[in-house]
């Protein structure tokens, strides 16, 4: 079975307070895109990698990759309006004679997705259809209704991350509805169709990288990473 990864990129960098999209500042002195298709490269050497970004976009990736040598094989298919209709363009671009495979749908500034958990969100997937990265909830957590707030328990609670991985199959159906704003990420799309999704362990390093303090945790995350990958006298 084919294993691709559609990794959406079409923020606007509003938040990092930056001129460049928050998906092209650089982390390690490489833009954060870069990282991210690596590592699902990395952890799956034979996936096929479709980069979804904003038509406006497009030559500035293509200054970027040949300003940093990057060679690393991925297609580009313009997004959309909103990430619903750019999952539909990245889901359009596997050819319709592929019916057989898995498709993980992964945000373009999350870099630092493990790969153990994209090879158990794969995994998963081949066995279950729709599957969801998360990790536990650490803070305390308070609901807020009428002008007054209540407390949760944070463990009946989940944070998401991506890739949310699907049968290729699942998700072309789940994207042939009509948009809604209730869909918040891929898993509100395929529960509209009234499929279950699975939840396997993410990693918590798996930040999504919206503000400069995130920008500033991936940089330190990325030097840790560096220290641990050289070898020891």
Request: charged share 20%.
């Amino acid at each position: 079975m084919t294993d691709y990864a559609i990794i959406v990129a079409g923020g606007k960098g509003l938040r990092m307070g930056a001129d460049l999209p928050k998906q092209f500042l650089p982390i390690g002195g490489r833009p954060v895109l870069m990282h991210t298709l690596e590592a699902f490269r990395h952890a799956l050497p034979d996936i096929r990698l479709i980069l979804v970004l904003p038509a406006e976009q497009q030559g500035l990736w293509n200054e970027l990759c040949h300003r940093h040598a990057f060679a690393l094989q991925h297609s580009v298919v313009s997004g959309g309006a909103t990430r619903f209709h750019s999952v539909s363009n990245g889901l359009r671009a596997i050819p319709a004679s592929v019916t057989e495979a898995i498709v993980g749908v992964h945000d373009g500034v999350r870099p630092f997705v493990s790969t153990e958990v994209i090879r158990r969100c794969y995994a998963a997937a081949r066995q279950h259809g729709a599957v969801v990265p998360v990790v536990p909830v650490v803070e305390t957590v308070r609901e807020l209704a009428d002008g007054t707030s209540v407390t949760r328990d944070r463990n009946h609670f989940r944070l998401v991350q991506t890739p949310q991985t699907f049968r290729l199959s699942l998700l072309r159906r789940a994207y042939e509805q009509p948009y809604r704003e209730a869909f918040t990420d891929d898993a509100s799309v395929a529960e509209a169709l009234g499929e279950d999704v699975t939840l396997v362990d993410g990693n918590r390093e798996n930040i999504k990288i919206t503000t400069p303090f995130d920008l500033t945790v991936a940089e330190a995350l990325l030097a840790g990473n560096s220290a641990a990958s050289q070898p020891r006298p």
